[in-house]
């Protein structure tokens, strides 16, 4: 089982493929509840625990799945920000790689 603080570094990857610069510096990355409580970084991860991502005042929620290893977390992250920047209004119709 992974904790929390292990989702926080294995999302890096994933922003730094799909995000600029600057908007890595104007983005905010944290995992609560479906309630959107904020969580320890102990945090055992769960069904209910959500990674959100807010660029600039966009934001994206993003379920996880426990038995995911950290390459296929990594790899859904990266395929859901693809769409999720294409879609925002500060990347739209951009299709990143």
Do not use: H
């Not at 929390?4 to 600029?20: G, K, S």
């Not at 600057?22 to 904020?38: A, G, Q, Y």
């Not at 929620?61 to 992250?77: H, I, M």
């Amino acid at each position: 089982m992974m904790i929390v603080e292990e989702i926080l570094l294995a999302a890096r990857p994933a922003l730094d493929a799909i995000l600029t610069p600057n908007e890595i510096e104007c983005t905010r990355v944290d995992v609560v509840t479906s309630k959107f409580e904020p969580v320890q970084s102990s945090t055992l991860v769960s069904d209910d625990l959500l990674l959100r991502v807010i660029v600039y005042d966009e934001a994206m929620g993003f379920w996880l799945y426990p038995p995911e290893d950290v390459d296929g977390f990594t790899a859904r992250l990266r395929s859901e920000l693809q769409d999720f920047v294409a879609e925002s209004g500060f990347g739209w119709g951009e299709l990143r790689a």
